[in-house]
T-cell receptor
């Protein structure tokens, strides 16, 4: 396994710009999660994919956020019209299996977004 | 709702000291409980987990026991090393057919171990 990868690792943007992050899960992991982590806090759940289907979205995911997972492989998270409050670390995690709430999630290194 | 509360840090210990990081939770039913660790400059990785009441998770000398009666999952290690310096996160995953396995995290506890 090469692990979960995320790109870019760092992104600096100006307020109002759009940004897109990519997550490549561990090969054959059918379940994928996005989380957001702000400084000094634990990660907060954003959204969940099972294969290509987006099955849950947090209320944190405003209409400026959109996530996709075409063909059930990599996933993208786009933020439109970024705001300074969007500055955070965006984490992706993947796992496999059907047990769901007992499974271990494997995290990527994250993408750190800074909105100026 | 579901939530996790951890003791505030930072926790500063000398090498070979005993470690306890407290974690309590609120949940409906019997969630799975996890400890994740984030070493400096690295991503989150699973340290240990327990999926039912009275289970003990263990790894790398760390242990935690799932206590339903006190809704707790405290992390312990008998003798810490400098290399254990990291941020530790307690998390739960709610049970139920409508749940997706998402994790709910505590705010994290920073551990600093001095030689």
């Amino acid at each position: 396994d090469t692990g979960v990868s995320q790109n870019p690792r760092h992104k600096i943007t100006k307020r109002g710009q759009n940004v897109t992050f990519r997550c490549d899960p561990i090969s054959e992991h059918n379940r994928l999660y996005w989380y957001r982590q702000t400084l000094g806090q634990g990660p907060e759940f954003l959204t969940y994919f099972q294969n290509e289907a987006q099955l849950e979205k947090s209320r944190l995911l405003s209409d400026r956020f959109s996530a996709e997972r075409p063909k059930g492989s990599f996933s993208t998270l786009e933020i439109q019209r970024t705001e300074q409050g969007d500055s955070a670390m965006y984490l992706c995690a993947s796992t496999a299996g059907q047990a769901v709430y007992t499974d271990t999630q494997y995290f990527g290194p994250g993408t750190r977004l800074t909105v100026l | 709702g579901n939530s996790v509360t951890q003791m505030e840090g930072p926790v500063t210990l000398s090498e070979e000291a005993f470690l306890t990081i407290n974690c309590t939770y609120t949940a409906t039913g019997y969630p799975s409980l996890f400890w994740y660790v984030q070493y400096p400059g690295e991503g989150l990785q699973l340290l240990l987990k327990a999926t039912k009441a009275d289970d003990k998770g263990s790894n790398k000398g760390f242990e935690a026991t799932y206590r339903k009666e006190t809704t707790s999952f405290h992390l312990e290690k008998g003798s810490v090393q400098v290399s254990d310096s990291a941020v530790y996160f307690c998390a739960l995953s709610p049970p139920g057919s409508s749940n997706t396995g998402k994790l709910i995290f505590g705010q994290g506890t920073t551990l600093q171990v001095k030689p």
